[in-house]
């Protein structure tokens, strides 16, 4: 089993960065494709941005392709999600969602294992 906990949300004017983080408990860390969803209020969760296992391999929304990248360091078990040109339409609920090898990268949520608790991102205008 693996834990996720999400950190670095927090408020930002439109414009700014962030870089969030999401640590993972247990020696299998490596083995889970890892993915970024999001959620805001009244709407539905969505995908943002996927990473391989290990060899790096990339997947993005056409929402924040360019403008998003999503990292990994296996060492320390952390999953990264950097954000430039944040928008107020990218305040949501971020989680980051772990999913076995097998499906590939995926957007498919329904394909992830293991969730955090998520953590709230807010772009003002």
């Known amino acids: 089993q693996v834990q996720l906990v999400e950190s670095g949300g927090g408020l930002v004017q439109a414009g700014g960065s962030l870089r969030l983080s999401c640590a993972a408990s247990g020696r299998t860390f490596s083995t889970y494709n890892m993915g970024w969803f999001r959620q805001a209020p009244g709407k539905e969760r969505e995908f943002a941005a996927a990473i391989s296992s290990d060899d790096g391999n990339t997947y993005y929304a056409d929402s924040v392709k360019g403008r998003f990248t999503i990292s990994r360091d296996n060492a320390k078990n952390t999953v990264y999600l950097q954000m430039h040109s944040l928008k107020p339409e990218d305040t949501a609920v971020y989680y980051c969602?772990?999913?076995?090898?097998?499906?590939?990268?995926?957007?498919?949520?329904?394909?992830?294992?293991?969730w955090g608790q998520g953590t709230q991102v807010t772009v003002s205008s």
């Open positions: 969602a772990a999913a076995r090898r097998l499906w590939g990268i995926t957007d498919e949520h329904t394909k992830y294992l293991y």
